[in-house]
């Protein structure tokens, strides 16, 4: 192993998603990334030059490669964008005062080529025009090809990768995550982010294991060295010893022995033992993964996430574009239900393609998101209620709205929505007009008003990845206070408490379709709280219908019921560990 000679190092971080893997690493680097800054003797003058051409080169061919692939997959109006990440690679200016810079300050070439891509970013960022706005990000994109090529990693995609990997890296967008590639990605590292991060919830629905808050990693990294990625215990360890490959070789092993009595425990029904049946559907973000769904048995898609569509795209899709894409999953589940929410975009999921759209905000959480940005833009908004509508015809659609932090604003969203209805009946064109609405609660207006807000919602969802970061004021996406993001704080599950308490009043069911739904640790306390049903990445469903299977309601609520009396996030933490750790197989 090549990892022998070097000196084995553990770093501590966040534990985001369970599991081991081994393997290269693999440094996805973003733009604020540094780049090794160096002088070059005068005899190496030519040799760095030619090393700059290369790298053009390299870059231009895999670019066009790239644009060849997309042209297939997705069409030639999405291919045309690499149309001007190769004009980038074809400007003389670019070129030629890299080249001045390089000859004045002697310094690499990376680090003459990223001063002056950095220039011209910034200058293209501040003008006005969007169009040449937009040339700004297709100038990062190239200059980050550019500048990996130049470093000696070439395979600079997390969609592409050469081979198996651990990709480690300073951060990984939204979109970047929603790209990896399934079959190559071992594990997932970031230096930054926390449990909720997009990122992570991709990992997770991979079931890749992760770690991340690992603050520096990227920079440690050296070319050649191998990791353990422990998603345990969130431990990264850099080129490890034979003795310590051997301890994680055996966990690795019951690991294996562990899913696969879970693949076969999968076929049975989510029923207690004490026979209360407990759906357990699937979050998907992606219509491609509705067939996961399926796969893993989910009862239904609980969270379709549907901003994916507008993140991967350079443009919003149209109404058509969008009834397709929900049609594909109302179809591919039926008769099984779909609930598609609406678009969350903003927060940790701005339009990097449509700055004009998101403003910049120093509280990006706090601003300009989701219901709040569908309601001031109401053409975007109407398109998607009546693509969602469109589809209701196709299956069982049910449509919620994220974000919502009170009944006026419900009531304004349902505004919105009539009119769509009364627009479609115009066009004469067939839905589904019984169509379930529900209300994600993941703000704490939203659980205080629970009262108000079930009279006029079919269902809840309870988005706990946003509850938590709200109600304990921590921000879901910052590794600096990642400790103080505690699922199991006593504000927490008093406020679950409260949600179904006056849910169940109205008769509406409550469902969670946060992270917290996909960890079996917090099955018992959910279900125990009252919770109907559970949405959660489709490969975990089945370690937690093992969990159901293992347990009676009778304990569940006997756990909740103590929980709601503690006053430690940790000492419940414990309890509901004990409770499941009691309850899985071990060998
Ligand atoms: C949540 O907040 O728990 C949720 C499901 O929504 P998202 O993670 O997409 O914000
Ligand atoms: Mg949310």
């Given at each position: 192993m090549s990892s022998s000679?070097?000196?084995?190092?553990?770093?501590?971080?966040?534990?985001?998603?369970?599991?081991?893997?081994?393997?290269?690493?693999?440094?996805?680097?973003?733009?604020?990334?540094?780049?090794?800054?160096?002088?070059?003797?005068?005899?190496?003058?030519?040799?760095?030059?030619?090393?700059?051409?290369?790298?053009?080169?390299?870059?231009?061919?895999?670019?066009?490669?790239?644009?060849?692939?997309?042209?297939?997959?997705?069409?030639?109006?999405?291919?045309?964008?690499?149309?001007?990440?190769?004009l980038v690679l074809e400007d003389r200016a670019l070129i030629d005062e890299t080249i001045r810079e390089f000859e004045t300050t002697g310094n690499n070439i990376e680090t003459c080529f990223n001063k002056v891509s950095s220039r011209y970013i910034q200058a293209f960022s501040e003008i006005g025009d969007e169009y040449l706005r937009e040339r700004a990000g297709d100038l990062r994109d190239v200059a980050q090809r550019v500048l990996q090529n130049l470093l000696g990693q070439a395979e600079n995609s997390l969609s592409r990768l050469a081979d198996k990997r651990v990709v480690v890296a300073n951060d990984i967008s939204p979109s970047d995550s929603a790209s990896i590639d399934r079959s190559a990605a071992l594990a997932i590292v970031t230096d930054a982010g926390s449990k909720t991060s997009h990122a992570v919830i991709v990992a997770r629905s991979m079931k890749l294991p992760a770690v991340v808050g690992v603050r520096d990693l990227t920079s440690r990294i050296q070319k050649g060295?191998?990791?353990?990625?422990?998603?345990?215990?969130?431990?990264?360890?850099?080129?490890?010893?034979?003795?310590?490959?051997?301890?994680?070789?055996?966990?690795?092993?019951?690991?294996?022995?562990f899913e696969t009595k879970l693949f076969e425990a999968n076929m049975q029904k989510a029923v207690t033992r004490d026979g209360v049946a407990v759906p357990l559907m699937a979050n998907i973000g992606k219509p491609e993964e509705a067939k996961m769904a399926n796969d893993y048995r989910a009862e239904g898609v609980g969270l379709f996430r549907t901003e994916y569509l507008f993140l991967n795209s350079q443009r919003v899709p149209t109404e058509q574009e969008q009834f397709l894409a929900y049609k594909t999953v109302a179809e591919a589940v039926a008769p099984q239900p779909v609930i598609i929410r609406t678009l969350d975009l903003g927060g940790d999921k701005p339009m990097a393609t449509k700055p004009d759209l998101f403003p910049h905000e120093s509280n990006p959480f706090m601003g300009f998101r989701a219901i709040r940005f569908c309601l001031e833009h109401q053409d975007i908004f109407k398109e998607q209620l009546r693509?969602?509508?469109?589809?209701?015809?196709?299956?069982?659609?049910?449509?919620?709205?994220?974000?919502?932090?009170?009944?006026?604003?419900?009531?304004?969203?349902?505004?919105?929505?009539?009119?769509?209805?009364?627009?479609?009946?115009e066009r004469g064109q067939a839905f589904d007009e019984n169509i379930e609405v529900g209300t994600m609660i993941e703000i704490p207006s939203a659980a205080m008003t629970a009262d108000l807000l079930a009279r006029d919602s079919a269902f809840f969802s309870i988005g706990t990845n946003d509850l938590i970061q709200y109600l304990l004021a921590v921000d879901r996406v910052n590794d600096h206070v990642a400790h103080l993001y505690e699922p199991t704080h006593p504000a927490v599950i008093r406020t679950l408490k409260h949600i179904v308490n006056e849910a169940h009043k109205k008769k509406v069911t409550v469902s969670v379709c946060g992270e917290m739904a996909g960890d079996p640790v917090y099955t018992p306390l959910l279900l125990g709280l009252g919770v109907d049903a559970l949405s959660m990445s489709p490969s975990w469903i089945p370690t937690v219908k093992y969990l159901v299977r293992a347990m009676t309601m009778a304990e569940a609520k006997a756990l909740a019921d103590e929980a709601l009396k503690m006053s430690s996030a940790r000492e419940i933490y414990a309890k509901c560990e004990a409770f499941y750790r009691a309850r899985v197989i071990t060998e």
């Open positions: 000679d070097k000196k084995e190092v553990i770093i501590q971080g966040i534990a985001a998603s369970r599991g081991i893997a081994y393997g290269e690493v693999f440094v996805f680097l973003q733009s604020t990334v540094e780049v090794p800054r160096y002088q070059v003797d005068a005899d190496k003058k030519a040799a760095e030059l030619a090393r700059f051409d290369q790298a053009l080169v390299t870059t231009r061919k895999q670019i066009a490669k790239i644009q060849g692939e997309v042209e297939k997959n997705l069409g030639p109006a999405e291919a045309l964008i690499f149309d001007a990440h190769l060295d191998w990791a353990i990625v422990d998603g345990y215990d969130g431990v990264v360890i850099l080129n490890p010893s034979e003795a310590t490959l051997f301890r994680y070789g055996k966990i690795q092993e019951r690991e294996r022995g693509a969602i509508l469109l589809a209701s015809a196709y299956g069982k659609v049910r449509l919620m709205y994220p974000m919502i932090s009170g009944h006026e604003e419900l009531a304004r969203a349902n505004a919105v929505l009539g009119e769509c209805m009364a627009e479609l009946k």
